[in-house]
């Protein structure tokens, strides 16, 4: 049993996705508190450019597994590859973002292992020489503390934004990117890949936005909303918004940021009368630097704010506009 962290690096379309580098920060974390080396494995065909892009990253190794029979995502063929690869190298933790691909195949793989898997976690700490995996329970009302019994290796997925993607630290040279082979074959592929699952048909994906600004129930009316959007188009920005914005049909539901939502990880967050609740936390506790304007000093987003404002978001933004325009035009 080696002492080693393995991160899972997933792609779509041939690109590595946004929650690959979260997974690779969560994994370069636990190396350096472990003082354990850290590689990451990529399954798919044609794929060396890929390696090469995670080579960039200081990883002590990128394991690639090129196969036309991994060209489509299936879950047969991930988990006999990925059971195959963790049985010889015997990491002690193997890393994941809890994505639906995740989702899809890491509960059979885990069985396949006769291993744990801890899902979506937000965080982890050590503790006596242990380690505790924080997660959600009941919709996010409560937070549990979760510890790995057995041998390794451990499986353990974390929530998007739990650990950000620029975190991620480079190396001095590239990694060596070594070729696994596999003994996959078509039989052991029972299903045939579909289109991808999407959760809505989303005009916006304010997963990418940079800079968002949500509203929340502070806006009071629907007509309200032109004042949202005027600060809007002054960043630059997107517009966001809790559920119960969404729920009344003021924005489309594609706008909705949350547990029933969207998860988002902007540069910037300004969210308008937005309570915080904890179902909304969720959805933006990623983001970098957050500003909360709420007539209630007692309000939840305060807990996360790096800038707070208690007033009348009414009386703020409009001038707040005016400056922003000012300095853009200077």
Known sequence: MSNEILVFAEHQGMKLTRPTW?????????????????????????????????????????????????????????????????RDRQPRFVVFSHTYQVRDFAPTLAAALDRALVSDCLSYREEGGRLVFVRQVFQGKYCADVEFVGDPPYLVSFQASAFREDSVRRGPAPAKVTSV????SPGAIRTKPGERFRETKQAVDLSQAEIIVAVG????????LEL???????????????????????LPMDRQI???GQTVAPKLYIGLGVSGAVQHQVGMKGSRTVVAVNKDKEAPIFELATYGIVGDLFEIVPPLIEEIKKIKAG
């Open 228 to 250: 949202v959007q005027k600060l809007a188009e002054a960043l630059g920005a997107e517009v966001g918004a809790s559920r119960p914005i969404c729920d009344n049909g003021w």
């Open 217 to 224: 129930r502070g806006i009071k009316a629907s007509e309200n």
């Open 258 to 260: 949350g547990s029933s």
């Open 181 to 184: 082979p596999t003994t996959l």
């Open 22 to 86: 979260e997974a690779l920060a969560a994994g370069q974390r636990l190396g350096g508190e472990l003082a354990a080396p850290v590689a990451a494995i990529l399954l798919g065909h044609g794929i060396s450019a890929l390696a090469a892009e995670l080579a960039a990253v200081e990883l002590q190794e990128v394991l690639q597994v090129d196969s036309p029979l991994l060209a489509e995502y299936t879950a047969d063929g991930y988990t006999h590859t990925l059971r195959e690869v963790i």
